[in-house]
């Protein structure tokens, strides 16, 4: 059940871009939205840090009251927080202190897409969140649909850390009012695969078979026993063949998926895959909000 959303800001445009999916999911959950600034100055020469820190306070509650009361005039219930301290850190305080259920947050802010994705804010997030984190696009204006029967696509990879999403992604379509997942596996040739003119030899292409079969007989038991446990909940499956992220991506557009669900790591592990891995290139390649989570949070 989701009760309340956090939606960490800092004054721009860009980070704003994470209210409309906030929104999106709150309006069918009746969620509350809890709306998040840090403010913190640095300590420099000359300078009356206590002055400069309270108006650095003064700036973050105007801005958020702001935000908040045109929530409301939305017929959306809205609470502010400005902790004092470093961003990532003090999101995570808010997280517990405030006991959110789920943190939406845009790619970058004013500290530009690297820092953002790949550098401290969301990075220290995604690594200490004990709650699933939805990242969503700074440059993309439109929301796919969160309400009304949502169809959820889960990557699955054969570990049990992937396996983490899935009670996390049967709750966000309970709480949508009834959705509808989809399983996908990626079977990849390997890396040593012998090409000979323009054409995978014989024993690569049977080794293929043979991964695809292996997928197929897992992602197919997956389903079967989420089907029995949620006989409410429909569920599909698939197997597609090529790099992972790509194959997400591809199933996710012929899909018409509203969103993304995965564990923040599969074998790889939580830094490669924020940093260039699977989650990381669906980030970059994909169009769809990208729900993280942790692997703790989930059972396999």
Known sequence: MIGKILVPLDGSPLAAR??????????????????????????????DWGKSQA??????ETYLGSVAAELARRGLAAETAVPAGEASGAILDEI???????????????????RWVYGSVAQGVLARSQVPVLLVRAWQEE???????????????????ALAALPVAVGVADSLGGGELVLVRAAQLPEHAVVAEGRVIAYVDQQLESLKAEAQDYVQEVAGRLAKEHPALQVQFEVRVGPPAEAIVAASREHSASMVVMATHGRTGLSRLLLGSVAGAVLRLGSLPLLLVRPQMGSA
């Open 18 to 47: 994470a209210l409309p999916y906030a929104e999106a999911l709150a309006r069918p959950t009746g969620a509350r939205l809890l709306l998040v600034q840090a403010a913190w100055t640095d300590h420099a020469p000359d300078v």
């Open 55 to 60: 108006r650095a306070v003064q700036e973050a």
């Open 96 to 114: 517990r202190l405030r006991e959110a259920d789920l943190v939406v947050m845009a790619t970058h802010g004013r500290s530009g897409l690297d």
């Open 143 to 161: 929301v796919p649909p969160l309400g009304g029967h949502p169809r959820l696509l889960v990557p699955l990879d054969g570990s049990t850390f």
